[in-house]
C-alpha cells in the first residue's frame, strides 16, 4: 500500500484507521430499524444483524475493547428508538451492521493515521473551486441519515454521498488534479476513480429499474 504524504499507512508498519466504502438502497435499512411491524423477510434480515452485533461484541471483548453500551443492546435500542446515552460508538457499529447486510461488498480506501487529515483535503480542494457538498469532510463524516448518539471520538464516523453526484465527484477531482498539492494529489486521484466506477455502476443499476442510491463511508 503506498503512502500519502504520511498520513496514510504503509502496509502494517503503522496501527491507522480503515476507511471503506459500499453501495445500496439506504431505505432499506431506515425501514428495517424504524418499522412498527416488520416482514417475514425483514424478520431474517434483523437476525442476520443482530448475530452480527453479537460477534463483534465478542471479538471487542476478546481485544480488550469496553463498551459502556454493547452493539447487541444498541441495536435493539435504535429499534426501539430510545438510546439509553447520547454518546457511546455502539451505535454506529450497530447501523453499520444494518447497512452491511444490504449493501455490496465494501470497497477498502486504504488506512489513514489521521481522520483530520481530510479536512486539509477539503481546504485545497475547495482552493481550487470543487462544490463543498463534494468535499471529503463533507461525505466522509456527515453522518448517517439516522440521528444517533455520538461516538466520542473522531471515529467510528460514517458519511454518505448521493449514488447521482459520483459522476460529478469523479469530474470535479479530475479536472484538478495537475493542481492540487502533491499531499494530496493521490488521495483525490483515488476518489476519482472509485467514483467514476460507482457513477458507471449506477447508471447500470438505474437502467435496471433498482435503487442503489446511497454510496455509503465507514471509518473505523
Known amino acids: 500500500m503506498d503512502t500519502v504524504s504520511g498520513e496514510r499507512v504503509k502496509g502494517n508498519a503503522g496501527v491507522g484507521y480503515c476507511l471503506e466504502m459500499s453501495t ?30 453479537e460477534r463483534t461484541d465478542v471479538r471487542f471483548r476478546e481485544q480488550g475493547i469496553d463498551l459502556d453500551v454493547s452493539i447487541a443492546q444498541a441495536l435493539e435500542e435504535l429499534i426501539e428508538g430510545t438510546p439509553s446515552t447520547d454518546l457511546c460508538p455502539s451505535y454506529s457499529y450497530a447501523f453499520y451492521q444494518a447497512v452491511a447486510v444490504h449493501f455490496s461488498d465494501p470497497t477498502d480506501l486504504g ?12 481546504d485545497e480542494l475547495a482552493r481550487h473551486g470543487v462544490p463543498s457538498d463534494l468535499l471529503p469532510g463533507s461525505f466522509l463524516f456527515g453522518g448517517p441519515p439516522l440521528r444517533l448518539p455520538h461516538p466520542g471520538d473522531a471515529v467510528p ?45 449506477w447508471e447500470s443499476a438505474r437502467k435496471l429499474g433498482t435503487n442503489q442510491d446511497t454510496i455509503l463511508f465507514w471509518f473505523h
Open 24 to 53: 445500496g438502497d439506504m431505505r432499506t435499512v431506515v425501514r428495517l430499524l424504524t418499522a412498527v411491524e416488520r416482514t417475514e423477510r425483514q424478520e431474517r434480515t434483523l437476525a442476520r444483524v443482530r448475530t452480527e452485533c
Open 111 to 122: 488506512q489513514w493515521r489521521r481522520p483530520t487529515w481530510f479536512h486539509a483535503m477539503d
Open 157 to 201: 464516523a460514517i458519511g454518505t454521498l448521493p449514488a447521482q453526484r459520483a459522476g460529478a465527484l469523479a469530474d470535479a477531482y479530475g479536472s484538478v488534479l495537475d493542481r492540487l498539492d502533491p499531499e494530496y494529489r493521490d488521495a483525490a486521484r483515488r476518489f476519482a476513480e472509485v467514483m467514476r466506477f460507482e457513477a458507471e455502476e
